[in-house]
């Protein structure tokens, strides 16, 4: 079976633009939950998708959006970065909730 | 004070040693998932518990849900086990981590 994809790996923005990153989970996974690890803070829970209904959402302003489609694939929406929004962004799939989480290589986001 | 605290932060050994690393929590949890991140980014998920033990290879995860506390052994160690080692505690579904521990594996 295929793992958990994310793209893109790397992306370079500017403060102010928005960004979409894209998470495949494995096939049969119902559960994606969205991640963002920074140096200073480590990792922290940004949300949780089932069955295309957001079931959790942690500690993140607005800014910070996602969606399930049919498919199970998610996505993640960053609107007006800022330059503290520079981190590497994980999403990890379970076949349900709670379960084993099987984690993506991560999109590293750069925001200059 | 972090909910989820681990211990040693950092944590430097010889080839073959025993390694413990701690976890403690002070939130009621469901379950505790033992993670290890390798340079460049990559996790993986070693174990999820909510009880007793588990072994997988030369890996042994404890918990004690009575004393909030959890350990992640490692027996004969190698180099290739250096990585940075994550435990997370779950609660009303979502995941609250420890900062990690960095652990070095020296040949």
């Known amino acids: 079976k295929a793992g958990v994809t994310q793209t893109p790996r790397y992306l370079i923005k500017t403060r102010g633009q928005q960004v979409t990153l894209s998470c495949s989970p494995i096939s049969g996974h119902r559960s994606v939950s969205w991640y963002q690890q920074t140096p200073g803070q480590g990792l922290q829970f940004l949300f949780e998708?089932?069955?295309?209904?957001?079931?959790n959402k942690g500690n993140f302003p607005g800014r910070f959006s996602g969606r399930q489609f049919s498919n199970s694939r998610s996505e993640m929406n960053v609107s007006t970065l800022e330059l503290g929004d520079s981190a590497l962004y994980l999403c990890?799939?379970?076949?349900?909730?709670?379960?084993?989480?099987?984690f993506g290589p991560g999109t590293r986001l750069t925001v200059l | 004070k972090n909910e989820v605290e681990q211990s040693p932060q950092n944590l430097t050994a010889q080839e073959g040693e025993f390694i413990t690393i701690n976890c403690s929590y002070s939130v009621g949890i469901s379950a505790l998932h033992w993670l290890q991140q390798h340079p460049g980014g990559g996790i993986v998920s070693l174990f999820m518990?909510?009880?007793g033990k588990k072994k997988h290879g030369r890996l042994i995860a404890t918990i004690n849900i009575q004393e909030k506390h959890s350990s992640l052994h490692i027996t004969a160690s190698h180099p290739r086990d250096s990585a940075v080692y994550i435990c997370?505690?779950?609660?009303?579904?979502?995941?609250?981590f420890g900062k990690g521990t960095r652990l070095h594996i020296l040949p």
């Open positions: 990890a799939s379970s076949v349900s909730r709670p379960d084993t989480q099987y």
């Open positions: 998708y089932f069955s295309e209904t957001q079931r």
């Open positions: 518990l909510s009880s």
């Open positions: 997370a505690g779950m609660r009303d579904d979502k995941i609250i």
